[in-house]
């Protein structure tokens, strides 16, 4: 069974920063790519990023392209979400996810089937 615990949310102001991370158990981590996922009050859940197993390659939905990086580090079984000028509308509970392959930077939501508990993020104005 695979384990995913999301770390390090909180309530920051506009303009600011968060590091998101999520460690995980339970199978070959280095084996599979990981997503980085978003559910807003009222929205549905939609994906922010993803990462290859091995960390080469990355996707970002266009929202936060030059504002958040995603990076892993297989050695500790953790993945990462660093988030910069943050907005108000980046205001979320914050997922992560294993995919079902090492390369499905690209999968929609059903190509994942381990997710964490969420993560929430709150961003005054």
């Known amino acids: 069974q695979v384990h995913l615990v999301e770390s390090g949310g909180g309530l920051v102001q506009a303009g600011g920063s968060l590091r998101l991370s999520c460690a995980a158990s339970g199978r070959t981590f280095s084996s599979y790519a990981m997503g980085w996922f978003r559910q807003a009050p009222e929205k549905e859940r939609e994906f922010v990023a993803a990462?290859?197993?091995?960390?080469?390659?990355?996707y970002y939905v266009d929202s936060v392209k030059g504002r958040f990086t995603v990076s892993r580090d297989n050695a500790k079984n953790t993945v990462y979400l660093q988030m910069n000028s943050l907005k108000p509308d980046d205001t979320a509970v914050y997922y992560c996810?294993?995919?079902?392959?090492?390369?499905?930077?690209?999968?929609?939501?059903?190509?994942?089937?381990?997710w964490g508990q969420g993560t929430q993020v709150t961003v005054s104005s």
């Open positions: 996810a294993q995919a079902m392959g090492a390369d499905y930077i690209y999968a929609p939501e059903t190509g994942y089937d381990y």
């Open positions: 990462i290859s197993s091995s960390g080469g390659h990355t």
